[in-house]
């Protein structure tokens, strides 16, 4: 019974997006070809290649992305930052082709702009949460989770997302580029993503937070869990709605059904895991086996966007390389956690969680 009414509503929220735009599929690959700075650079041009050609070079690519991802995830050069009227801002450590997107913003709730506070037993390190919304969030999704982490002792920088808020592209209504049938673009934009989570964790820790943690939800908990796995100074993580593949999820959820119509006209569903591995969380579970951490994982029981399928190939991952991980199975789907009463469960987990653990 809850599971059809939740599916029901489900499907009935991803109907109301009615400004998706169903793109056609492209490589993409000018968007890594740029990348000679950091010496990770996509060479090949498709009209040299055939398509199984190019499905077998952007592996190659991704392969080697993997196998160097702590200098892949890493910023090249040091940030310059401005603090704002509660904004921080600093340049993209990503140049995109696109001027609006290549200034990275976040929102900045320092704890003292909170009253009323939970006690905590022993005394507290200055303690900060990096807060990273889900897909085509407005500029106040998540803010309501900023001022809870605010009322439990904990600042928090809320970022904004590429092509999200202020960065979005002029005359568009979605932040669409983010996640796209255009391969590529869809690689630059999760890692230029990562890269400024990086930079505004480096920002909290000039600031003279000891104590960081990160919580993410949807796309927002891959990118959370990217920076992570590859950000020493990161000591808890919170992902809301997990998933193992970034191409599964977009081929099989319903958020992202318009993506798929333009991916499959040129890929398989087991070709697009294989262009997006860089980008996926399973391939850098060693990296938690090396530094553990602590971090809570929540998967939802009735998600049509996550599936619990998906979120079972992280955890059975987990089980195979030995990761205790906190874990949360929710009775809710992915829309329906931010309604009444499955959001104020969610969000007492996860403030609660790294109430207690950052």
Not at 27 to 42: A, I
Not at 250 to 269: P, Q
């Amino acid at each position: 019974m809850l599971k059809q009414f939740i599916h029901s509503v489900e499907r009935e929220r991803a109907k109301k997006d009615i400004h998706k735009v169903a793109r056609s599929f492209e490589w993409g690959e000018r968007f890594l070809n740029g990348d000679h700075k950091s010496g990770h650079s996509f060479s090949l041009q498709s009209g040299e290649l055939t398509r199984d050609e190019m499905v077998n070079a952007f592996s190659l690519y991704n392969d080697q992305a993997i196998s160097r991802s702590t200098d892949y995830f890493t910023p090249q050069e040091p940030a310059e930052y401005v603090l704002s009227g509660g904004w921080l801002s600093f340049k993209s450590p990503i140049e995109s082709p696109y001027e609006s997107n290549n200034t990275a913003y976040a929102r900045y709730f320092p704890v003292s702009e909170s009253p009323a506070r939970i006690p905590r037993e022993e005394p507290a390190e200055r303690r900060a949460v990096v807060v990273i919304p889900q897909w085509n969030a407005d500029a106040e999704g998540h803010v309501a989770v900023c001022r809870l982490l605010n009322l439990a002792g904990m600042s928090a920088l809320r970022i904004t997302l590429p092509y999200h808020d202020r960065r979005m592209l002029p005359g568009f209504e979605r932040a669409e580029y983010l996640v796209s049938a255009n391969v590529g673009r869809t690689i630059q934009a999760c890692r230029q993503a990562v890269l400024d989570v990086r930079s505004a964790v480096g920002w909290l820790a000039s600031q003279g937070y000891s104590r960081i943690g990160i919580l993410g939800t949807s796309v927002g908990s891959c990118i959370a869990f990217l920076a992570f796995v590859h950000e020493p100074l990161l000591s808890v993580g919170v992902y809301n709605h997990v998933s193992s593949y970034f191409g599964d999820v977009v081929w099989e959820g319903i958020t992202t059904a318009h993506v798929r119509k333009g991916l499959e006209s040129a890929l398989t569903r087991e070709e697009l895991r294989r262009v997006w591995a860089v980008i996926s969380p399973n391939y850098y579970l060693s990296r938690l086996r090396a530094n553990p951490r602590k971090g809570l994982f929540i998967s939802a029981k009735y998600d049509l966007t996550f599936t619990p399928e998906l979120s079972g190939l992280l955890f059975q991952e987990c089980d195979n390389q030995g990761i205790r991980y906190d874990r949360a199975l929710v009775p809710w789907g992915h829309y329906t956690m931010g309604m009444f009463p499955f959001k104020y469960y969610a969000g007492y987990k996860m403030i609660s969680y790294l109430h207690k653990n950052l």
